[in-house]
């Protein structure tokens, strides 16, 4: 090999001289200590201290990329997640002979020598000041320097950076040496030795993804660095120089080889006697894998609320300014991040799904529970493993229960689940649950019949009908929705304005689960397509928000936004602003109370009678069932006062009826909200509240003060005052929102004076009722008498017109009352197809 040139060495000793003015800044060059090569110069040293005086002196953020945790609400953990799986510890939660270990091995001067060891690098630099690289003697606090350098490197994306950190040749690794001498001499000012030791143990890498002594401890013994024994501390002690060479996974006998490195040392230095260095050779390599798994990968049964809570962090500017900034926090930042779910109802809300539909075939199924007046998430469950490798049925990451940009779907229909958003504006409209509304098997209505936002829509015939083909005629309110008929609530839907039912909707938190684009203006949005098969339930939607909404029914009125997170601790165990669930009373109290009595309805005699009443008995339930056109997406939802929940069964690629079905190896008939769906969600909710010891507590029942009761015609009914006062009959009248005007007097068996009779028995809302007095009753005439007629001969027995017996006043009031009961459930959920707003 040709000899360097002068031109070439020159740069070396401009850095010897630049290390002769840090040794000096040191204070490391003991008297009579002095590099020949700077001493024949006085110009290089004065270069060499220009040069010295230029390097960057702060090594600036020390803070290592550490792995956030996320619980359970109980503060149980249930999963990491990280770019580098570690966990900073401090200097005293690190075992003595783990210290010992590693400061015999990297550096035994560690706690005589300042920031560089002048003895070790002057050695180190004359040895090869003619050579192509440099030798080792870095002090175990430049060795941090070198690490931190990486890491900050790494973090920032900077793979050259990274690259330069670690240059050992030539003059390039001079520099790099001589930029980590001032750099450490600046760290040593900075921290005491214990933490520089400390600091060295995190940075460190351990092979296997695995960083730092905490996270080393735990992966390959399965406890904590702070109970590490001798022959495992130096194990891991003699893994630094090389991980990859040392890992004992895969190369164990060269592992313990060099721990027996790592304790001959410990020997020669006295740190260990004979006796203890001869047991600890002696001992065989036994690790106790505790493997990290990446992410929500290791949260089991949660893996998908795991994800979800990925997503909220990494969304929600609460986190940061940018998305990166929010996805460096995550998974750089150490968080705690405690949530809301229960392990508890977790638990048994995963095992009720499991239940219902078993994992492993074509048919899903998804819950979402969540807490009425907070939004806590409770539980959030489905019938799949969570897992990127999805070319096997029953295994995806995509999460049912949750919106398409929160890591879910595009959504599902519905169904009459959405019923109860258009049930909550008729209350708000001041119309009463026992208002009677038309309900025939089946109508067909021009789009004018409807309005959106003050507008008569546009459009084709819309034509809808109930399930089972029957016709009542006409129910009450109450009754149309216990029995889910569809008829009814398209009668509902043409006396109100569909864009007031879309309001009622979206202030409980229900909006489509996929964006949908405006082809005129371009822009995108989540709002509920307005159409009049809104009320049936043909827009596309997930469990939680559902969920969401019905705990507002259940808080009586008050929406709280379903929520995740309780609190996030950054590092430092400090509180970080967390995701509001921005509570509002949406509906009123009333309202909400209203809703709640007709969905018990539907619990107690309707759709979901017979569902879980083992399991839910003594608690009071109101429900609501959702089947889709041919049960190809079937709902339950349903509250107590305590939890409210979701569930949704169907198939999540394509379109495809639930009936005939294999489900758990049985062949299901016709399938509707309260088959599957139901059984899932009292088996859920039932089973947490026993659980949780919870009080079987009761709902408030509401009144209708203030609410109008109307006819099938959307007249209001006229409260009865005949036989009142007149002051009294007016104050009724009006309390009930009608003009009333008193006309002249009637003979009347009323007694005098008081109301005889009014105008009218249904009027529309304002309208003026006359009413007329009694003058007392009217004289007694005797009869004249007039001949007997004839009696009518009955007709032959068995004959072709026999008797026909007409009812009583009161059996027709029973017949008319009847009708429509006893439906059978599901009278057409979620029939008629969406047609799209004009």
């Known amino acids: 090999m040709a000899p360097r040139s002068p031109h070439a060495r ?6 010897l001289a630049a290390f002769a003015a840090v040794s000096a800044a ?35 953020d020390k803070t290592l990329s550490e792995a956030s945790t996320i619980t359970y609400s109980d503060g149980s953990v249930m999963a990491k997640v990280y770019d580098q799986n570690r966990t900073v510890i401090a200097f005293d939660q690190i075992a003595p002979v783990m210290r010992d270990a590693i400061v015999s091995i990297e550096d035994d001067r560690f706690y005589q020598h300042g920031a560089v060891d002048a003895k070790g690098i002057v050695r180190a630099l004359v040895s090869n000041a003619g050579g192509g690289s440099t030798q080792g003697a870095s002090t175990l606090t430049q060795q941090f320097v070198k690490n931190v350098l990486v890491q900050q490197a790494v973090q920032e994306g900077d793979s050259q950076a990274a690259a330069a950190a670690v240059e050992a040749d030539g003059v390039e690794g001079y520099a790099r040496k001589l930029r980590e001498m001032k750099l450490a001499i600046g760290v040593e000012k900075e921290m005491s030795k214990d933490d520089i030791l400390a600091g060295y143990l995190n940075v460190s890498y351990f092979q296997n993804n695995v960083y730092g002594i905490e996270a080393a401890a735990q992966f390959y013994f399965s406890k904590s660095a702070a109970d590490l024994n001798l022959p495992e501390s130096a194990l891991l002690a003699g893994m630094v120089q090389n991980p990859a060479a040392y890992n004992p996974l895969k190369y164990p006998d060269a592992a313990v080889s060099r721990r027996n490195v790592v304790l001959n040392r410990m020997l020669e230095l006295g740190r260990i006697d004979q006796a203890t260095h001869d047991a600890a050779v002696a001992t065989p390599l036994t690790l ?30 609460a986190f940061g300014a940018s998305a990166e900034d929010r996805r460096n926090l995550l998974r750089r930042g150490g968080l705690t991040i405690k949530t809301t779910l229960s392990p508890v109802v977790q638990a048994t809300t995963q095992q ?22 907070t939004g806590n998430i409770l539980a959030m469950a489905q019938d799949t493993t969570y897992s990127p490798d999805d070319d096997q049925i029953g295994v995806t990451t995509l999460n049912y229960n949750v919106g398409q940009a929160m890591g879910g779907t595009a959504g599902f229909q519905q169904g009459s689940t959405f019923k109860a958003f258009t049930l909550a504006t008729w209350l708000k409209q001041g119309k009463s649950l026992d208002s009677t509304v038309a309900s025939p098997s089946s109508g067909s209505d021009p789009f004018s019949a409807f309005t959106a936002c003050g507008q008569k829509l546009r459009g084709p015939t819309y034509k809808y009908s109930n399930s089972e083909s029957s016709s009542s005629g006409s129910m009450s309110v109450r009754t149309a929705t216990a029995q889910s008929v569809n008829t009814a609530f398209v009668s509902m839907e043409k006396q109100l304005d569909i864009c007031d039912i879309t309001a009622t909707a979206q202030s409980l938190g229900v909006y489509k689960a996929a964006p949908t684009k405006n082809f005129l203006t371009g822009e995108t949005n989540l709002d509920l397509d307005q159409n009049p098969s809104m009320t049936l339930g043909t827009n596309l939607v997930y469990p939680l928000e559902v969920a969401g909404a019905y705990a507002a029914f259940a808080a009586e009125g008050k929406f709280c936004k379903p929520t995740a997170i309780l609190e ?21 109290v009333n309202v909400a109370r209203n809703v709640t009595e007709a969905l018990r309805g539907g619990w107690t005699g309707g759709t979901a009678k017979g569902v879980g009443k083992a399991v839910m008995a003594g608690r009071q339930v109101a429900s609501k069932t959702g089947t889709t056109n041919d049960s190809q ?10 939890m409210a929940g979701a569930v949704w069964v169907g198939h999540h690629k394509g379109v495809k009826s639930l009936n005939g079905e294999r489900i758990n190896g049985k062949r299901v008939g016709r399938v509707f909200g309260a088959t599957i769906a139901g059984p899932i969600w009292a088996n859920a909710v ?15 029942d509401g009144t209708s003060a203030g609410l109008k009761t109307t006819t099938v015609d959307g007249r209001v009914r006229v409260p009865s005052v005949v036989g009142r006062s007149v002051s009294s009959a007016r104050a009724a009248l009006q309390a009930a929102g009608f003009q009333v005007k008193v006309g002249g007097s009637v003979t009347s068996s009323v007694a005098k004076g008081l109301v005889a009779s009014q105008s009218a028995r249904s009027a529309a809302a304002g309208a003026t009722i006359t009413i007329t007095t009694s003058s007392g009753a009217p004289p007694v005439r005797t009869p004249t008498q007039e001949p007997s007629a004839p009696a009518t001969p009955a007709p032959p027995a068995g004959g072709d017109n026999p008797g026909v017996q007409l009812p009583t006043p009161a059996a027709a009031q029973q017949q008319d009352e009847g009708q429509g009961q006893g439906q059978n459930e599901g009278q057409g959920e979620g029939q008629g197809q969406g047609q799209p707003t004009p």
């Open 26 to 60: 040191g204070g490391v060059l003991s008297a009579g200590l002095v590099v020949p090569a700077v001493a024949a110069t006085g110009s290089l040293t004065s270069e060499g201290v220009d040069i010295f005086n230029e390097l960057p002196g702060d090594l600036g």
């Open 10 to 15: 020159r740069p070396v000793f401009r850095l």
């Open 352 to 373: 009720a799904v499991n239940d219902g539909v078993n994992p492993g075939q074509e048919v899903r199924s998804a819950a979402s529970i969540v807490e009425p007046g």
């Open 288 to 317: 106790t894998r505790n493997p990290s798994r990446q992410g929500c990968l290791a949260a089991g049964s949660a893996a998908y609320f795991c994800d979800y809570v990925v997503h909220v962090v990494e969304s929600d500017p």
């Open 568 to 588: 996030t601790l950054d590092t430092d165990g400090k509180p970080l602003q967390v995701p509001s669930a921005n509570c509002q009373q949406v509906l009123d």
């Open 686 to 700: 039932g089973t947490s509240l026993t659980q949780l010891n919870a009080p079987k507590l009761t709902f408030t």
């Open 633 to 642: 997406n079937t709902w339950f939802a349903a509250y107590t006062p305590q």
